[in-house]
């Protein structure tokens, strides 16, 4: 399955091939137009809760790093979950995403820089 930026290529090119003629160019680009922003998450570090001090964990989770460990194996938290949309996430990551959203009520476009991962996979 292509990406929408590689549709968005392809289209560029046929346009300017003359495959495709101007009517046609703008209605399939338009199609091809990602619902959600395309913020920059592969600028930022990725999300490693061993890396995290217990105090930013105590911050962002309300959970020392141990106890968020420990709540993965109490509750049988699978190792990697599957989104409504195919996406596989890491199961440390996505319960760690869970806890973040019950600590502090914020928008899952500002958990970005911490999880680096697009927008998408978190519903937007």
Do not use: W
């Amino acid at each position: 399955m292509s990406s929408i930026r590689e549709n968005r290529t392809s289209l560029l090119c046929a346009f300017d091939s003359g495959v495709i003629n101007e009517e046609e160019f703008v209605l399939l680009y338009d199609i091809n137009t990602a619902k959600s922003r395309d913020l920059p998450y592969r600028n930022y570090e990725h999300f490693d809760l061993y890396n995290l001090m217990d105090n930013e964990c105590k911050a962002e989770f309300r959970f020392y790093k141990n106890n968020v460990y420990n709540l993965m194996e109490v509750l049988h938290l699978p190792d990697q979950f599957t989104c409504y949309n195919g996406l596989k996430i890491d199961g440390l990551k996505g319960f760690c995403i869970l806890l973040k959203r019950f600590a502090y009520p914020c928008r899952y476009l500002d958990m970005i820089t911490r999880f680096v991962r697009p927008s998408a996979l978190y519903g937007n």
